[in-house]
């Protein structure tokens, strides 16, 4: 094989790192954001009867 004008092996040079490696590390240790806010309080049957009549289209 050839050898360049420093004495290393073609296969022995590596292209500068762009930084792409550590943004995608950083970018999955980020914590995961949910899209819609989610309520962990317990759903009463009125507020439910209210969301189904809405989603009917009634209002009374």
Same mark, same amino acid.
């Given at each position: 094989?050839?050898? @360049? =004008? +420093?004495?290393?092996?073609?296969? @022995?040079? *590596?292209? =500068?790192?762009?930084?792409? +490696?550590?943004?995608? $590390? !950083? *970018? !999955?240790? *980020? =914590? +995961? /954001? @949910?899209? $819609?806010?989610?309520?962990? &309080?317990?759903?009463?049957?009125? /507020? !439910?009867?209210? $969301? !189904? /009549?809405? &989603?009917?289209? /009634?209002?009374?």
């Amino acid at each position: 094989m050839h050898r @360049d =004008p +420093k004495g290393r092996h073609l296969a @022995d040079t *590596r292209a =500068p790192s762009t930084g792409s +490696k550590t943004a995608h $590390f !950083l *970018r !999955l240790a *980020r =914590p +995961k /954001r @949910d899209a $819609f806010h989610t309520s962990h &309080a317990p759903v009463s049957t009125s /507020r !439910l009867t209210q $969301f !189904l /009549r809405i &989603a009917r289209g /009634r209002t009374a």
